[in-house]
């Protein structure tokens, strides 16, 4: 695949300021002389939920998509024969509208439910207890404010916060897959073994994952 060198320098700023970006690759496609990589972003849920109210009203919202999430490069928008993409056949046109949607995934049960998962299993890292600890205990820490610190100086500040914990972090359930996955299996058998009937219908069950704190929920290890 061909990588245009100017997009190359925009890269690290854009993803620096948008967090996640997607690269389009057009080479083979009329008119990729002109444009032969797009970069994008996935669109918002707010930005998600009026496209389809535009849909539904008939409107046809592809080129306020593009305008809104092409990040490279900046075409203009205002007169429109200075904007290379207009000189794309249109069902090029239409395809990158439609793959804007696709990795923004709203639009699908199943990419959400991948998302969640995902997300699911990268909180559960050291990394992401370590940030939860510190600021459950200095409550006035912003999420920027760590995302600017070294790991020396997260690792002292998690070193405080962890004596405000009943019970410390289990660090080797982050550096012993067996000893992790035998832990969970424990916790999850209490879990079943203790949970109670509440009155109300709800069911209450103990934290599954060990050494975090409580709140801290984990994806459910397979027996």
Known sequence: MFLDSRLKQHIPKLRRRHKEVFLIDLSGQPGEILVPNLLIRALT???????QQDIELGCDPTEQILQSC??????DWVEIKDNLLF????MCFDEIGKCIIDVSGFGSDEQIASAFNSARIAINSLDSVMLTVITRHFQSMR??????MTLSELTKLFAVAETSLENPVDLRMFLDEPYAQKQMAQMEKKRRKHAARLPNG????LPVLPGVPDGWNSAESEE
């Open 70 to 75: 092409i990040l490279w490069p900046e075409y």
């Open 45 to 51: 849920r707010q930005e998600f939920l009026f496209l």
């Open 202 to 205: 709800m069911i209450s069950d």
């Open 87 to 90: 000189d794309l056949p249109y």
């Open 143 to 148: 999420p920027d404010d760590l995302e600017n």
